[in-house]
């Protein structure tokens, strides 16, 4: 675990890497915007020989928008433009094009990074997460929302239709003139520019495209935020032992994906540089984290070990690490007490191919 007196000599590592390269952010939305309209076009044109074909290129489309959330996402923590301007009229045309309203998405996802982890702080640009005695403290009614919340089919089948066609169309309660405006002029675009595809190719047409790219973009996307938050031995405190450093580092994950994917999703998976400088463009995060010893000693995740997050649902403060709702269940028959039974991990261990009687 990063130790908060670390915190100068690291923030001293990224620094140099926070500088913006105006080339640099222009030629991504070049590679990044050029790409999708043509693959958009040519998932069209798929229709005419065989839906069959039109899904696998919505599929590629659909990473070419999450990478445009990317830049939608470094616009807003004005990392991809030197000028503030630029970063505002960039982040509302891409956050049109990944159906987010810049203002809103800005204010919440700042409120995130002051809050990561920390858990008398949560609600804000984060998932619904329990602990395990908020969880059986719960009444029946917010235990069975949870579950419903937490299962797979909702989170990433559900997820991405609440939150992209139906939260983001509205502002949140006590939100100022201009974050009201940027969310209304984002949904005018939006009606505007699919009207516009619907009487050039047909409704029909529109849909059959658009439905895929949208809903592929954004599982991968939730994905890829629940698991950069959401790993076994993750850190989470309350307020007063909260450290901003450890949530940076212990709090966040380095997702090492293949090289493809990587550019694919921006360097995202560099999540604890993220964290720890906002500030570093994304095409900055790989360069910052192969600069720092300490950072490349962040928790590891890769796509095959990631999907142990699937199982993961609640908090447990005492073994500081996630569980399942059977790892609470086997905790209730056992009835662990902590000084006379094995840990909820222990156990997890002890249930693996060849250590069973050891």
Not at 134 to 149: G, H, K, L, P, V
Not at 186 to 202: D, E, K, M, Q
Request: charged share 20%; proline share 4%.
């Amino acid at each position: 675990m990063a130790q908060p007196n670390n915190l100068s000599s690291l923030k001293k590592d990224v620094a140099p890497y926070e500088k913006i390269e105006t080339k640099s952010s222009i030629r991504q939305l070049f590679n990044t915007l050029v790409p999708l309209v043509l693959l958009w076009y040519a998932a069209y044109l798929s229709l005419s020989v065989s839906y069959w074909l039109t899904i696998p290129i919505a599929i590629v489309a659909s990473g070419f928008v999450i990478r445009t959330f990317i830049i939608f996402h470094d616009c807003c923590h004005q990392s991809f433009f030197k000028n503030r301007r630029a970063n505002e009229i960039i982040g509302t045309i891409t956050g049109v094009i990944t159906l987010v309203p810049y203002q809103k998405w800005k204010i919440s996802h700042s409120i995130h990074h002051a809050t990561s982890s920390n858990l008398d702080k949560r609600g804000t640009g984060d998932m619904w997460i329990l602990t395990v005695e908020e969880y059986q403290a719960a009444s029946i009614w917010t235990r069975i929302a949870y579950r419903f919340y937490r299962h797979p089919l909702v989170t990433f089948g559900l997820g991405p239709i609440f939150i992209f066609l139906l939260t983001y169309r509205f502002n949140r309660k006590g939100a100022k003139r201009k974050e009201k405006i940027s969310t209304y002029i984002t949904n005018v675009s939006l009606v505007a520019l699919y009207a516009l595809l619907c009487w050039a190719i047909g409704w029909q047409a529109f849909v059959l495209v658009q439905a895929p790219i949208f809903f592929f973009s954004g599982v991968m996307g939730i994905w890829l935020f629940y698991v950069q938050h959401q790993f076994e031995e993750t850190y989470f405190e309350h307020d007063e032992e909260w450290s901003y450093i450890n949530a940076a580092v212990d709090g966040s994950s380095y997702y090492k994906l293949p090289k493809l994917l990587q550019w694919i999703t921006g360097n995202i998976g560099f999540h604890h540089v993220h964290h720890l400088s906002p500030k570093v463009p994304n095409y900055n995060l790989e360069k910052a984290h192969n600069a720092s010893r300490p950072l490349q000693k962040a928790t590891t995740i890769t796509i095959r070990t990631s999907l142990k997050a699937l199982n993961f649902r609640l908090w447990d403060e005492e073994n500081k690490t996630f569980i399942s709702f059977k790892d609470l269940k086997r905790m209730k028959r056992a009835k662990l007490k902590p000084d006379s039974a094995v840990s909820v991990t222990e156990s997890r261990h002890l249930q693996k191919p060849g250590l069973q009687g050891k």
